[in-house]
């Protein structure tokens, strides 16, 4: 099976330009979180999508939004970027409701906001 | 408001010992805790998970214990390699919210 794929995994952007992050879930899963990870530090939770809809955000401002497409694949979406916004950008899937199984999380992608 | 807590944020260990890395958390109402490790630059990937009602998951060297209780979970590797070398991070999972939070984790070093 094949786990979760994320694109690009690297990005240079300049403040105040919006950016995509794609993300493909893991075969089976339908569920997918994507979670922003400062330098040295843990991740934090954006938001989750299941049945291409947001049922769980974290406190990010509105200019960050989010997809999910009938593939269950997902896109993460900043607009307005600050330079704060530079992070590693991880997608995390999972079955809905199956909470005796963990979050199989991709690479990420290294976003850089100059 | 759940808060996870890793000690210590670093760690450095000649190669062979045996070591315990330390997550406590403030809220005991969480579905799972899960163990990551990540290479730098890189994503996560998953050691081992508890469900709350377990005690202790094991996998290889490695082993981990949840006591909800008292709101701590240890993940314990024994006879450590230089290929341990990375950032361990716990999470819990909190309940009524598919949601993980994180620990900053520690920064694990074997020295060969």
New interface residues.
Partial sequence: ETGVTQSPTHLIKTRGQQVTLRCSSQSGHNTVSWYQQALGQGPQFIFQYYREEENGRGNFPPRFSGLQFPNYSSELNVNALELDDSALYLCASRKNGQINYGYTFGSGTRLTVV | KQE?TQIPAALSVPEGENLVLNCSFTDSAI??L?W?RQDP??????LL?I?SSQREQTSGRLNASLDKSSGRSTLYIAASQPGDSATY?C?V?IQG?????????TRLTINP
Wanted: proline residues 0%; charged residues 10%.
């Fill in positions: 996870v579905y799972n899960q990551f630059g890189k994503g996560l990937t998953s998970l469900q991070l999470a999972e919210a598919q949601k993980l939070v994180f620990g900053q984790g």
